[in-house]
Every structure is written in C-alpha cells, then in structure tokens.
C-alpha cells in the first residue's frame, strides 16, 4: 500500500443508542456533566505535580549553618582568643586620661599677706586626627590653625604645626602650651565658635579649630612682682619650683595632681558613660619669717644705693636676733618672677646667700671675740699700732696713713686697724701655728666655712681653708677679713650670735605649713650653739657702739637718734669673678640695735661700685641706719633709754 493512500478506518461493533435527554456521567463523586452531542470535546489537562522540598531545605540549613559557625569563630577569636587585645584597643581610642594638676600652696610672708600664688589657667590641648584631610576636607588644615593659633599663644608657627600633624597619625591628644591666661583660651574659644558658625553656612569654610582644647590648669603669680623674687625663687613651664622656696619645698607646695577618665567621641567627652576620677590633693601653704613691708624698705634701699654708685650688686639682710629669723633678704639687681622672659639670667638667684667673697674688716669681730673669750686682752688693753707692720713676706699697712697710734683694744675695733688685729690676735697663743689654730676654732664656730642651716638652693659655705694650709700671708690677713670668704647670711649671723649673748641661732626663712586641712605646723625649731661667753657678747657690743658713737669711729653715719647702735664697718679687696684677680671693693656694715637689748640684726654689702666713695661705712652705714629705723618702727621696739658705755678708744703713753 502506498504511503500517500488514505488509511481506512475499520468500523467497529455498532453501540446502542442513548435515549434523548440522557446525560453522560463519569463515575466516581464530583463527575462533571458530559457535554451534550454536538459540542467540541476539550482535550483534558494533565494534573500538576510538586516536586520534593526536603532537597531545599537542606541547602538552606546548609548555608545557614555554615554562616552561624563563621559567625560562632569570630566570636570566639574575640571574646576567648584576642579579648584583651581588642578591649585595650577599644579603650585606647575610646577613653581618654587627663592629669588634674593640683592647686599649688600659696606662700605668705609671717602676717599672712599673699607673695605667691596660683590662679586659673588653662594648658591648651588638641586631637591631632581632627586635623586629618579626611576630617576637615582639606590638605592644610595644621597649617591653617596654627597661622591662626600662634600670635594668640606666643609660639612658633612650625613647631605648632608639628604638634598638630604627629608622626603618630593614632595620636589623639598633644598640648599646645601650658598655663595660659582665661584671656588666651577665651580669644581661642570665640575664633573657634566664629569658624564653626560660618562652616554651618558656608560648606566650603573648614573649621580648622574644631580640635582645639582646654584643660584647667593654674598658673603661678607674684602679686608683688620683684619683691622678695630671690627668696620666693619661680616656677618653671612644667609647674615645679626652678629656684628659691619654691624649689626648696617643692614637693610640699605642688600637692599631689589628680587623673579622670572619660569615653569621648569627636574629641568631645561623651556625659552619658560615665567618667572616673581620682581628686588632686592641692599643696600645702607655706609662711615665710620675712616681714612684706621690712623687705620692701630694705630692697628699695639697696636698690637706690646700688643704682647710684654704679655698683655689681649688694644685699641686705635683717635678722631677728634672738630667734633667728630672717625678716627681710634683698638683693639688687633682681628679677620679676611673673615675666621670666625679660630676667637677666645672672640676677635670677638669690645672691646674698651665693655670693662667696672676702668680707673685710666686718670680719674683726671674730677676731676680738677669740681674743676676749681666751683672756688674753680686755676692750681696755692698750695696743700700740705703728704706721708699718712687717710680718711674713709682706709690709702691712692701715687703710689710712697715720703716725703710731696709741689705741686701746676698743680702739683697735672702732678705727678698723689692720696691724692693730695683727698685733692683738698675735697673741693667742705663744707661737703663730698655734694662733692660727686658735683663731680658725672661733671662725667655726661663729659658721664660718660652713652651710647657715637654711638649706636654700644654691648657697655656697664660703671658703676657709684649715690653719695648716693658710700661706705666710693669710696668717695675718684673715685676722681682718682676708683670704677667706663668706656669703651674706653667714655675715649677718656673726652680729646676730653676739647680739644673741654669744649663743648661735641658726637662721630659718620658714616659719610653718598649712596643709589642706588647715592645720599649722610649725617649722623645727632652729639648733642653737653657744660660740662665746655672755660676757664676751656683752664687751664686744660696748665696743661696736664705739664704731658707731666715737667721733673717730668708721661707722657715724650709722647713727640713729635716740637708739644705742652697735656696728662695724668692711671695706675689702674684691675678687672678681670673672678673672680671679683682685678688682675693686666689697662694701659693708653690719650691726644690731638696741645695742645694750638687742633686736634686731642689719648687716649691708655691695660689690665694685665704681661711682662716688667705695668706704663700707660711707655707702652702707647709710643702708643701716634707713633699714634698721624703718625695721625699728614696724616691729614697735621702743629706745631702751639706758646710757651708752662710752669706751675710750684711745690712752696717752
């Protein structure tokens, strides 16, 4: 058969009819009515079928369990394995530790008036990383805030700019300056909420201040300025004592600073952590021996003096003599702790108690004193002084040309003879080895070559060699205040041991502390030591008023009327210090008053003045007599009334 030939369909059985009106039914519940004839028979869709969602969901789970098992390592690695890398970590950048610098002591004068104290600064502070590119927008901004920060803050530009771009990019913390005025941070403050205003409306503006800081500090102030600057010494930038009382008891004014930690955010403290604090213990108060208005007198004279004969410098002293307090130590020239900037680095001491130089004939007295206590003369032993004095090496003269004198001991002292202490310290002991060593016991005792006990910065104990190693010449020149050397206290202190009848107090500038509770304690009490006999003490201050009262005495112009003054007057060879040659003159006087119930000690020295007349009772005889009636006054110390001794200073052969 051909495959283009129609397949014939085979009829099968004949069916039966369907009586009219019958309807086809499917079998089974639900069976949808068939069609009635005539219609198109609609093929029959075959049924849906879902596939098995058990293969899915393993992969689900799959991949959620890989996930939580990453999430469960890291967890570990930062909770168990690097937990306390990661707190440190958090904590550095998230915590920040500020010292709170305590309040330093004030320092008083004995009535309690202010000479030192602190009042509210500022240190100005920065975050390095808010001057970053990145936060400010712009590649300049350490350069920007430091042209703006450096004519407000007095330092250099470039080293601001250091501060602000750290090789240490994690830095988020430097200090800019310390101890600025509330002024200083109040102009920085307005610039920088000036700029923050204009960056809000001005996106191209950066504020280039937005780092900038402020942390309370205090700052150091001398309400007095120079006055008293070389017993009160300063304090430098780092806030500890650079010299004087400060340095002395730093430890006990600067207290003891504080710490507080705080999270912050944006260089700003975050007030919702929290912070903690451990308070600053503020330093204790300290009072001073010295009298504010005594000072002021005695610097202002030695200021005037110095200034007028052109000279080094000098210093004045004034001691309480019988407790050995100091109530005024002024030196000239000095400095204003309050503007180190413009001190001059040579007068930023205290000189009166560094100085080391020959005193002169202020130096006799010592002398007479070994020679009273051993016995050997009375105030009224006659003493023969010719115009010339071989002894040694050398041809030893009198400060003036005289025919021989007919002196009595007292004479000796109130004419200031040279061969006239020669002669009479000579005879000690029976051979001038053993004078010597006579001699040098006194000069130690008296603390000679020895610290004053203050224990201030910087002071020196003077020079005294001991007796076997004093040349030919020192034999007889350190008799009379040559060839060794002192310090102005150590001067001052001889005169207040005599004054004292014969009993050495050692000299304090501290009277106590205060601490933060309030409570007063006294300083130590002062060692004493008994140098002379009260008897002695008591001849050597009738001679003094000799030097004083006695019409040939050096020292008239030292004279106060209706007061008995005790005083003797130095002029000697100066050393200076820059070549170690004898280059012009050390000045001085020294004494006490009343003379016959002692007081109060005033002892003067100025060095190379080269104006007018050198003569120690010419240019500081004065000094006394203005300080000492000034001293005399405030301390109300009434005349005793009773009449001068009058010892006779000269006797016929």
Not at 215 to 238: E, F
Not at 315 to 332: C, E, F, H, P, W
Not at 553 to 573: C, D, L
Not at 601 to 620: E, K, M
Request: glycine letters at 10%; one cysteine or more; charged letters at 20%.
């Amino acid at each position: 058969m051909s495959d283009r030939e129609p397949r014939r369909r085979v009829p099968g059985p004949a069916k039966p009819p369907r009586p009219r009106g019958a309807v086809r039914r499917q079998a089974g519940p639900g069976a949808r009515p068939v069609r009635r004839p005539g219609g198109a028979r609609p093929p029959v869709a075959p049924p849906l079928r879902l596939g098995s969602p058990r293969p899915r969901l393993r992969l689900v789970s799959l991949a959620l369990t890989l996930v939580l098992l990453a999430f469960v390592v890291r967890l570990l690695q930062v909770q168990a394995v690097d937990a306390s890398s990661y707190t440190a970590r958090a904590e550095q950048n998230r915590y920040v530790v500020h010292t709170l610098a305590a309040e330093r002591g004030e320092i008083t004068d004995r009535n309690g008036v202010a000479l030192a104290v602190s009042e509210d600064a500022y240190d100005i502070t920065a975050d390095p990383t808010m001057f970053s590119p990145k936060q400010l927008k712009i590649a300049d901004g350490p350069e920007r805030a430091a042209a703006l920060l450096a004519p407000i803050l007095g330092q250099d530009q470039a080293a601001l700019v250091r501060k602000l771009r750290p090789e240490n990019r994690n830095s988020r913390y430097t200090r800019l300056a310390t101890r600025q005025t509330p002024e200083v941070w109040k102009q920085i403050k307005d610039l920088k909420t000036a700029l923050a205003n204009k960056a809000g409306t001005d996106h191209t503006t950066a504020n280039v201040l937005a780092g900038v800081f402020a942390d309370p500090s205090s700052q150091r102030v001398y309400p007095n300025g120079d006055l008293a600057a070389g017993i009160l010494g300063w304090v430098n930038a780092d806030g500890q004592g650079g010299g004087g009382i400060e340095q002395q008891l730093d430890k006990q004014l600067s207290g003891k600073d504080g710490k507080v930690r705080y999270a912050q955010a944006g260089g700003r403290e975050v007030p919702t952590v929290g912070s903690t604090e451990t308070p600053a213990v503020p330093g204790a108060d300290v009072e001073l021996t010295i009298d504010r208005d005594i000072q002021w007198a005695a610097q202002n004279a030695i200021s005037e003096q110095v200034k007028n004969s052109k000279a080094d410098r000098g210093y004045v002293i004034v001691q309480d003599t019988r407790t050995g307090q100091i109530l005024a130590m002024a030196n000239s020239p000095g400095f204003d702790p309050n503007d180190l900037a413009k001190a001059d680095g040579d007068a930023m001491g205290n000189a009166a108690l560094q100085d080391a130089y020959e005193p002169g004939s202020t130096a006799k007295v010592m002398s007479m004193a070994a020679v009273l206590e051993r016995n050997v003369a009375t105030p009224l032993t006659h003493v023969v002084v010719p115009n010339r004095l071989h002894r040694g090496d050398r041809l030893f003269q009198d400060d003036i040309d005289h025919r021989t004198w007919y002196l009595t001991l007292n004479g000796v002292l109130a004419k200031s003879s040279n061969i006239g202490t020669i002669l009479a310290t000579g005879e000690l002991a029976k051979s001038q080895p053993e004078a010597n060593k006579v001699l040098y016991t006194y000069l130690r005792k008296f603390g000679i070559g020895g610290y004053t006990g203050l224990g201030f910065p910087g002071e020196t104990p003077g020079i005294l060699a001991p007796p076997q190693k004093w040349s030919t010449s020192q034999q007889y020149t350190i008799p009379f205040g040559q060839g060794f050397s002192i310090n102005a206290m150590q001067a001052a202190s001889v005169y207040s041991t005599i004054a004292n009848g014969g009993v050495r107090v050692e000299p304090t500038l501290v009277r106590g502390t205060k601490g933060a509770d309030g409570r007063f304690t006294p300083a130590p009490k002062p060692r004493q030591t008994r140098v002379v006999s009260e008897k002695t003490a008591k001849g050597l201050a009738q001679m003094l008023e000799s030097v004083v009262d006695d019409e040939q005495g050096t020292g008239v112009k030292a004279r106060i009327p209706g007061y008995r003054v005790a005083g003797k007057t130095g002029t000697a060879n100066r050393v200076d210090p820059a070549t170690g040659r004898y280059r012009g003159y050390t000045s001085s006087f020294a004494g006490f008053a009343p003379a016959d119930n002692p007081r109060i000690t005033v002892y003067c020295a100025i060095q190379n003045a080269t104006s007018g007349n050198y003569f120690g009772g010419q240019i500081c005889g004065p000094i006394y007599k203005q300080v000492m009636e000034f001293a005399l006054k405030t301390l109300q110390i009434p005349p005793t009334g009773a009449k001068a001794a009058n010892l006779p200073v000269e006797y016929k052969p």
